[in-house]
């Protein structure tokens, strides 16, 4: 049978993220919401504590790390798969490593701090590159892309070689196109349309449109982050049809589901 995309579960240990902020307070709601993740049957947990939602305010590094580290100490004593650490900081990758992450998501791709790609090569993780124009708190200001998915292809590329030339091995990196940062509906819906040109490149893709706006804009009446179910599965599929690697998701069970019963279809057509 053909193999499916992989899915990453998303574990939030922040008070204000856009779809699940604040309902995982403490350390055990949330090792115990990534082990839940893991029986639905999540390849990867990505684990956040700072939310990079359109308006968000900065959290501090030790705000951040506290968050974080306990979580993915307690889920690494548990589960020996891959861990990811979605931050922008060095010093919370950091942390986060030492306490079991194996894989450093980043939305500046490793462009926040001076030290970001020296720290990535150091610590010899997987990195995630995602897109992202402008900063959290303003990105959805007006953005604006003469070629949305040749502009944002090409500074993949470019931030990929960057890695490469800091010393991070090619096959470490991932890429990330960023929808819903920086980009209106319309250029998330591009994206996905075009994202064969990404995964073209050679570099495995992420790809993460789980509960987003961009689904309202198709269906006004999903208001609720919790009412898109519907839209990210159908977002999630056409990424995997073009060659996505991994898929981002806060519904876990859904996606594996879905990506598996594409995956028995697909090799059923390839068998004949």
């Given amino acids: 049978m053909t193999a499916r995309a992989q899915v990453m579960g998303i574990v939030n240990v922040t008070p204000d993220s856009f779809s699940d902020g604040g ?70 990758a950091r942390a986060a490593v030492a306490a079991g992450a194996t894989m450093w998501n980043d939305v500046t791709a490793l462009g926040f701090a001076p030290d970001s790609l020296t720290t990535a090569a150091e610590l010899g ?73 990404l995964t073209a490149s050679g570099f495995p893709v992420l790809y993460g449109a789980s509960r987003k706006r961009t689904i309202q804009t198709v269906d006004p009446t999903a208001t609720d982050t919790a009412d898109r179910l519907g839209g990210s599965l159908a977002l999630a599929l056409e990424a995997a049809r073009k060659g996505a690697a991994v898929i981002r998701v806060h519904d876990v069970r859904e996606t594996v589901q879905a990506l598996a019963v594409q995956a028995a279809v697909i090799a059923e057509g390839s068998g004949r």
Wanted: proline letters at 6%.
């Fill in 125 to 197: 993780c997987d990195v995630v590159l995602m897109h992202m124009k402008g900063e959290p708190r303003t990105m959805q200001a007006a953005p604006h892309y003469d070629d949305v998915v040749a502009e944002v292809v090409d500074w993949l590329l470019a931030r990929a070689e960057a890695a490469i030339a800091a010393g991070i091995v090619r096959e470490r990196i991932w890429l990330d196109p960023g929808l819903g940062f920086g980009k209106t509906a319309a250029h998330n819906l591009a994206l996905t349309a075009h994202l064969e040109r």
């Fill in 23 to 92: 309902r995982l307070s403490s350390v055990e709601a949330a090792v115990a919401h990534g082990l839940k993740l893991i029986e639905q049957g999540a390849d990867l947990l990505d684990i956040g504590g700072e939310s990079t939602r359109p308006g968000a305010d900065p959290v501090s590094e030790a705000d951040e790390i506290a968050r974080t580290a306990p979580v993915i100490e307690g889920l690494r004593a548990r589960w020996p798969g891959p861990i990811s650490i979605d931050t922008m900081k060095p010093a919370v």
